[in-house]
């Protein structure tokens, strides 16, 4: 039995029947390889493909957007020329009277939590000065709430300290505000 279990091993075969095995088996190798190989090559053009589609997408995107940005800058354009006309309305030159930049600060005040504890109207030009009570945050928040439109309000000088007010720590605001009159305004006051 161990005679004829030899005689089936390789190491027996005739030199054309193991020529045949090594020549399968160089050609089963290199099949697997290559299969591996390509297999690859497409999973990398697959990606590479993909990439191409996302660059193309956002290439439309950004051409898209270049073509509307002339279109929303003369549209910025009208709402600044419509904004200006608004606040010659809303702030007449005969009408900017201290009493207006009062009621302003007041109500943004209030808004902020703070207390406008003084305005002293300036002679001569539409500016104060101001003194508020408040929190850190309701500060900052106010000067922001001040200095939008209409009638933005400019801070010629802030001075801020700790006090204390009824037990309580509080911020105390002194500044002096110029209410600048808008060029549309100045024009029409002429």
Known sequence: MRHASLRTHPAHWPWPARLA?????????????????????DETRQSARQQQQDLRAQYQSALTQAA???GLQSRLNALDMRLSAQQSQLWPADRLQPELLHAKLARRAGECGLTLESFQPQAGKLAASISLRG?????????????????????EH??????????QAVLLMKAGIVAPVPAAVAENAR
């Open 21 to 41: 095995v090594l020549l399968l088996t160089t050609l089963l190798c290199a099949l697997a390889g290559l299969l591996l190989a390509v297999g690859e090559l």
């Open 68 to 70: 509307q940005t002339a």
């Open 135 to 155: 929190s850190h945050a309701g500060l900052l928040r106010f000067v922001e709430l001040v200095s939008r439109p209409p009638m933005p309000v400019l801070f």
């Open 158 to 167: 802030l001075d801020i300290s700790r006090g204390e007010r009824d037990g």
